[in-house]
């Protein structure tokens, strides 16, 4: 089994920052991509930044600049880093990963319970 814990969303007032964190347990042989996605009420998932097991990184235009992502290969985890907040990032942020349970098993997506992002204007 595999779990994937989210921490650290909250309420924040526009132009504050938060840190993301999500960390992967249980069997896992590799993690290959992990990243952030969030939704908004009424809208659709969105992806929000990614980063490779290589550590190369892509973001949504609309947090370029603003949100970084990282990882610690040794714990497992992913981070977003969410500078210069605005009213807009309102959402719950999921985090995802790409893991290898074991081989020759083909990898696939686990997903975190949503963390919710709050930034009042």
């Known amino acids: 089994q595999v779990q994937l814990v989210e921490s650290g969303g909250g309420l924040v007032q526009a132009g504050g920052s938060l840190r993301l964190s999500c960390a992967a347990s249980?069997?896992?042989?590799?993690?290959?991509?992990m990243g952030w996605y969030r939704q908004a009420p009424g809208k659709q998932r969105e992806l929000v930044a990614t980063?490779?097991?290589?550590?190369?990184?892509r973001y949504a235009d609309s947090v370029k600049g603003r949100f970084t992502i990282s990882r610690e290969n040794a714990k497992n985890t992913v981070y977003l880093q969410m500078n210069s907040l605005k009213f807009e990032d309102t959402a719950v942020y999921y985090c995802?990963?790409?893991?290898?349970?074991?081989?020759?098993?083909?990898?696939?997506?686990?997903w975190g319970q949503g963390t919710q992002v709050t930034v009042n204007s």
């Open positions: 980063i490779t097991s290589g550590s190369s990184t």
């Open positions: 995802y990963a790409n893991i290898v349970i074991r081989v020759p098993t083909q990898p696939r997506d686990y």
């Open positions: 249980g069997t896992i042989f590799s993690i290959n991509g």
